[in-house]
C-alpha cells in the first residue's frame, strides 16, 4: 500500500488566488485594501523566513503589510507601544507576534496587549476562550490550516479516533478542541506519554506536532490510518523533514502530508484569510 499526498501547497494556491479575487472586488467597496502587521524581534534565521513568506504573500493577494522588525535587545515596553499603536490604526486588522521572542521578553503580556479582533493568530486569552466555547472569533493559524487539509480531501472526523502529539498552545490544544467540535475523539500526547507507540497506532488520524525528525516510524501507525505532520525540522545538510519517517509511513497509511508542501503553506494562508475576516468588520 502507498499513501496519496494531502496536498498543501496546492490547496494554499487556491484559497489564495481565490482570496486575490475577493479582495480586488470588496476594496474597491470598502475604500481601502486589508493590512497585516508581522511583528518580528531579533534575527532568528527560521522566523526571518516566516515573516519574510508572510509579507511576501500578503502583498501577493493586494493587501498591504505594515510589519515592524525590531532589534533582539528591544525593550519590552517599545514593542508593547507598537501593538497599542497597530490596535489604533484604522489601516491596520491584523497584528501577529512573530514567536519565539528573545528571552528578555514576555510573550505572553505582549500577545495579550494585541486587541482580540486584530490577533489574527488566535492566541488572545478572548480567542482562546472563544474557541473553547466553540463561538465564532479568530482560531490558531495552523490548527486551522491542517482543518482545512481535512476538509479539502473529505476525510471523515465524526466519531474518528484522532491522536494529537504535542500539547503547545501554538498547535496540539487549539488543534483538539477543533477536531472535538466536529465530534472526533481526541487523545493528546506528549512528551510524557507513556508508550506512546500504543497509543498513535490506535489512530484513525495521527497528527505529529512535535519537532522531533523521525519521530512517527511505520510501526506506530495504524495500517490505513490518515498521518498529519505538522513538525518542521532543518537536518545539518539543510533539508527541511517533519516529525514523520516519510518514505516509511507513506507505505502505511492512507494518506500523509509532505514536508515541506503539507501544513506549512495552509498556515500562512489561514492568516490571510484571518486578516480578511477581520477587515470585513473593521473596514
Ligand atoms: P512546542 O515545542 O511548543 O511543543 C512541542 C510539543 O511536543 C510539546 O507539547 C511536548 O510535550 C511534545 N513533545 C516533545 N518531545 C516529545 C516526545 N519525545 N514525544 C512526544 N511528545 C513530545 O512546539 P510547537 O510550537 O507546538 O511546534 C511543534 C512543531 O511544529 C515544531 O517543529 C514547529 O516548527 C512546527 N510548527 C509548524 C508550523 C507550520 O506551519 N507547519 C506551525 C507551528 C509549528
Redo the contacts with the bound molecule.
Keep these: 500500500m502507498s499513501a496519496k499526498i494531502l496536498d498543501g501547497k496546492t490547496l494554499a494556491k487556491k484559497i489564495l488566488s481565490e482570496l486575490a479575487k475577493e479582495i480586488e472586488q470588496i476594496r474597491l467597496i470598502k475604500g481601502r485594501s486589508p493590512g497585516l502587521a508581522v511583528l518580528m524581534v531579533g534575527d532568528n534565521p527560521a522566523s526571518a523566513v516566516y515573516v519574510n513568506n508572510k509579507e511576501r504573500s500578503c502583498l501577493g493577494v493586494g493587501m498591504n503589510s505594515y510589519g515592524n522588525h525590531f532589534p533582539g535587545d528591544i525593550d519590552q515596553s517599545i514593542v508593547i507601544e507598537e501593538i497599542e499603536k497597530l490596535n489604533q490604526d484604522p489601516k491596520v486588522d491584523g497584528i501577529l507576534l512573530q514567536?519565539p521572542v528573545p528571552a528578555h521578553l514576555n510573550a505572553t503580556e505582549i500577545l495579550y496587549r494585541i486587541a482580540p479582533n486584530k490577533d489574527v493568530d488566535g492566541l488572545h486569552p478572548v480567542n482562546l476562550g472563544k474557541l473553547v466555547r466553540a463561538e465564532e472569533g479568530l482560531r490558531s493559524?495552523?490548527p486551522l490550516?491542517v482543518m482545512k487539509l481535512l476538509e479539502e480531501y473529505d476525510i471523515e472526523l465524526d466519531g474518528k479516533r484522532v491522536v494529537i502529539?504535542?500539547?503547545?498552545?501554538?498547535?496540539?490544544k487549539p488543534l483538539s478542541l477543533m477536531l472535538l467540535e466536529k465530534n472526533a475523539t481526541v487523545t493528546i500526547?506528549?512528551?510524557?506519554?507513556a508508550n506512546?507507540s500504543e497509543v498513535t497506532a490506535n489512530a484513525d488520524i495521527l497528527v505529529a506536532?512535535?519537532?522531533?525528525s523521525g519521530?512517527i516510524t511505520p510501526s506506530m501507525v495504524k495500517p490505513g490510518a490518515v498521518v498529519i505532520d505538522?513538525?518542521?525540522?532543518r537536518l545539518s545538510d539543510g533539508t527541511l523533514v517533519?516529525?514523520i519517517d516519510f518514505a516509511g509511513v507513506f507505505q502505511v497509511a492512507n494518506y500523509i502530508t509532505p514536508v515541506p508542501g503539507?501544513?506549512?503553506p495552509?498556515?500562512v494562508a489561514m492568516l490571510l484569510l484571518n486578516t480578511f475576516s477581520s477587515y470585513k468588520i473593521l473596514a
Design positions: 514567536l493559524c495552523t490550516g502529539v504535542g500539547r503547545s498552545i501554538l498547535v496540539g500526547a506528549h512528551s510524557r506519554t506512546l506536532a512535535v519537532g522531533r519521530l505538522v513538525g518542521i525540522n517533519g516529525d503539507g501544513v506549512g495552509l498556515t
